[in-house]
T-cell receptor, first 115, second 114 residues
C-alpha cells in the first residue's frame, strides 16, 4: 500500500521569505512523486514531479522539490514567496511497481503568504 | 489546447436521487481518472479508465460507477445519493498507458446532497 503524509495543515510565511511545504511518503517499490496546487474553487494544477535521476526537481512558478530516499521525503520549496502563492498544496505518490496508475494524495497543506 | 472540462460545475440533489457527471479530457489524452474531494477525507481515488476499460477502482461502494466513451469522454454516476456524497468531484486526464506522465485536472463538479 502507498501513503503520503503532509505533517502541517497550515504554513505561514512572510512575502519574500523562503518557503517549505513538507511531504513524506511510503511505497513498497520506487516512488513517482508529484506536487499539485489548488486555488479556491479550482481544480488541481500540476507543479512538478520526480520520476528518477536528479534529486532536485524544478517546476512551475519557481517551485522546486528535493527527493530524499533515505528520509522518504519530497519537500516543496521556493526561495522567495509571493502573496499569489497562497493556496492549498498537495503531495502525491504512485508506486512505480504498481500495475495501475493510482495516485495517493496527502491531506494538503494550506500555505498563507503574508504581505 | 483546451484543458479538462467538467459539466455541470454545480449540482444540487436530494437524498435517494441519482446523478451523472461528465468529463471531457484534453485532446489526445486517453486516460481519465475520477477523484472525490471532501474536507474530512481529502482527495480519494474513485476509478481510472483507459480506452473505454476500467483499469482500477478505489474503495467506494457500488453506487459509484463510471464509463468511458470511444472519444475518451467519461461519465461518472452516483445512484441513491446520500448526504455524505456531497463533495467536489474532480476529473483528471493524462496521455495514456505509460506510468510517468502527470494528470491534468478539471475544475470539478460541486455536488450538494440535501
Amino acid at each position: 500500500a502507498q501513503s503520503v503524509a503532509q505533517p502541517e495543515d497550515q504554513v505561514n510565511v512572510a512575502e519574500g521569505n523562503p518557503l517549505t511545504v513538507k511531504c513524506t511518503y511510503s511505497v513498497s517499490g520506487n516512488p513517482y512523486l508529484f506536487w499539485y496546487v489548488q486555488y479556491p474553487n479550482r481544480g488541481l494544477q500540476f507543479l512538478l514531479k520526480y520520476i528518477t535521476g536528479d534529486n532536485l526537481v524544478k517546476g512551475s512558478y519557481g517551485f522546486e522539490a528535493e527527493f530524499n530516499k533515505s528520509q522518504t521525503s519530497f519537500h516543496l520549496k521556493k526561495p522567495s514567496a509571493l502573496v499569489s502563492d497562497s493556496a492549498l498544496y498537495f503531495c502525491a505518490v504512485r508506486d512505480n511497481g504498481a500495475g495501475s496508475y493510482q495516485l495517493t494524495f496527502g491531506k494538503g497543506t494550506k500555505l498563507s503568504v503574508i504581505p | 489546447k483546451a484543458g479538462v472540462t467538467q459539466t455541470p460545475r454545480y449540482l444540487i440533489k436530494t437524498r435517494g436521487q441519482q446523478v451523472t457527471l461528465s468529463c471531457s479530457p484534453i485532446s489526445g489524452h486517453r486516460s481519465v481518472s475520477w477523484y472525490q474531494q471532501t474536507p474530512g477525507q481529502g482527495l480519494q481515488f474513485l476509478f481510472e479508465y483507459f480506452s473505454e476499460t476500467q483499469r482500477n477502482k478505489g474503495n467506494f461502494p457500488g453506487r459509484f460507477s463510471g464509463r468511458q466513451f470511444s472519444n475518451s469522454r467519461s461519465e461518472m454516476n452516483v445512484s441513491t445519493l446520500e448526504l455524505g456524497d456531497s463533495a467536489l468531484y474532480l476529473c483528471a486526464s493524462r496521455l495514456g498507458a505509460g506510468g510517468v506522465d502527470e494528470q491534468f485536472f478539471g475544475p470539478g463538479t460541486r455536488l450538494t446532497v440535501l
